[in-house]
C-alpha cells in the first residue's frame, strides 16, 4: 500500500464495527481445477472474507471442490463442471478470477497462448457478461495484455461494459519485485513496496524502483540486472519447471492478493491501493497498469504514474508500441469472432 494513503485513524475502530454481512463475497474461480485454480481455491478457501466459493472447470471440479469443503472454514464450496453448469457457478457473485487456460512451455512466449487462451476467455466472460454483469472481473489468464481487451470487447458486445470492474491481475509483478528487493537490501518483504506499471509480459513489465518504499538506491548495473530479473521471472519458472508447467503458486498467492485487496474496498476499508492493468488514460495506451486506489464500485481513482527516473520513461517508451499491438490484437480477435 502507498504510504501517503494511509488509512484514517478512525478506520480501523470502523471495521471491528462492521456487519458480518460485509464479509460475505461470493466469489467464483473459472478455470479452478488447474495448476494455479487449485491453490487459488485454497488460498480463498482459507480467507474469512469469502462465504461462498463456486468452482467452475471443465474437467474435476467436483473433486476439488469435495476436497476444499472439508476445510474447516465458513466458506461454502461447490463445484460446476462443464459449459451447461457455468450459468449456475456465475449467478449472485460479487468477483470473478479466471485463471483457466493453457500455461508456458519452455520456448513460449506469453503471446505463444494467445489463440488457445483467447477463446478460452472470450467464452468464459461472455457468460459472466450473461450470468453476472456487475461482478468485478479479475484475468488471471495469459496474455493479459490481450485478454483484457478481449473481456472489455465482449462485455462491450452484451451493453454491459464497466471499465472499472475489469481488472488485469499483474499483481506478481509486484510480489516478485518485493521479494528480489528485500533479498538485495536484507529487508523484510513485507515491508517492501515496488508499483511495476505497465503490462504483464516482458519489457512491457516496468518495475518503478525509483517509487520503493522504503526508498531503495541500486548502481546501474544492478538496477537492470534487477529489472531484467522480474521481466523475465516467468521464464527463470517455466525453465526451472522444465516441462512441467509455469508459475503457479506464486501466481495463485497473488491472485489471491489481489482479490482479498479488491474485497476489502469493497467492505469499505480505505487507503486500498494496487497495480492492474485496466483501462486507461494515463499513457496513450488504451490500457495501462498504473497503482489504482479500490473501493466499493471498482477502480475509485487511478493514481497514474507519478514521477520516474530517466531509465524507467525510457522503458515506458520502449513498452508502448508492444503493448498497444497486443491491444490490438485482443480487440481484433472478438471483432472477428463468430
Same mark, same amino acid.
Given at each position: ?70 476445510? /474447516? ?34 520456448? @513460449? ?26 461482478? @468485478? ?15 472489455? /470487447? ?96 506464486? @501466481? ?29 488514460? /494515463? ?31 525510457? @522503458?515506458?517508451? /520502449? ?20
Amino acid at each position: 500500500m502507498l504510504s501517503a494513503l494511509a488509512r484514517p485513524a478512525g478506520a480501523a475502530l470502523r471495521r471491528s464495527f462492521s456487519t458480518s454481512a460485509q464479509n460475505n463475497a461470493k466469489v467464483a474461480v473459472l478455470g479452478a481445477s488447474g495448476g494455479i485454480g487449485q491453490p487459488l481455491s485454497l488460498l480463498l478457501k482459507n480467507s474469512p472474507l469469502v462465504s461462498r466459493l463456486t468452482l467452475y472447470d471443465i474437467a474435476h471440479t467436483p473433486g476439488v471442490a469435495a476436497d476444499l469443503s472439508h476445510i /474447516e472454514t465458513r466458506a461454502t464450496v461447490k463445484g460446476y463442471l462443464g459449459p451447461e453448469q457455468l450459468p449456475d457457478c456465475l449467478k449472485g457473485c460479487d468477483v470473478v478470477v479466471i485463471p483457466a487456460g493453457v500455461p508456458r512451455k519452455p520456448g @513460449m512466449t506469453r503471446d505463444d497462448l494467445f489463440n488457445t487462451n483467447a477463446t478460452i476467455v472470450a467464452t468464459l466472460t461472455a457468460a459472466c457478461a450473461q450470468h453476472c454483469p456487475e461482478a @468485478m472481473i479479475c484475468i488471471i489468464s495469459n496474455p493479459v495484455n490481450s485478454t483484457i481487451p478481449i473481456t472489455a /470487447e465482449v462485455f462491450k458486445k452484451h451493453g454491459v461494459y464497466n471499465p472499472n470492474k475489469i481488472f488485469g491481475v499483474t499483481t506478481l509483478d509486484i510480489v516478485r519485485a518485493n521479494a528480489f528487493v528485500a533479498e538485495l537490501k536484507d529487508l523484510d518483504p513485507a515491508r517492501v513496496n515496488v508499483p511495476v506499471i505497465g503490462g504483464h509480459a516482458g519489457k512491457t513489465i516496468i518495475p518503478l524502483i525509483s517509487q520503493c518504499t522504503p526508498k531503495v538506491e541500486f548502481p546501474q548495473d544492478q538496477l537492470t540486472t534487477l529489472t531484467g530479473r522480474i521481466q523475465e521471472a516467468g521464464t527463470e519458472v517455466v525453465k526451472a519447471k522444465a516441462g512441467a508447467g509455469s508459475a503457479t503458486l506464486s @501466481m495463485a498467492y497473488a491472485g489471491a492478493r489481489f482479490v482479498f485487496s479488491l474485497v476489502d474496498a469493497m467492505n469499505g476499508k480505505e487507503g486500498v491501493v494496487e497495480c492492474s492493468f485496466v483501462k486507461s488514460q /494515463e499513457t496513450d495506451c488504451p490500457y495501462f497498469s498504473t497503482p489504482l486506489l479500490l473501493g466499493k464500485k471498482g477502480i475509485e481513482k487511478n493514481l497514474g504514474i507519478g514521477k520516474v527516473s530517466p531509465f524507467e520513461e525510457k @522503458m515506458i517508451a /520502449e513498452a508502448i508500441p508492444e503493448l498497444k499491438a497486443s491491444i490490438k490484437k485482443g480487440e481484433e480477435f472478438v471483432k472477428n469472432m463468430k
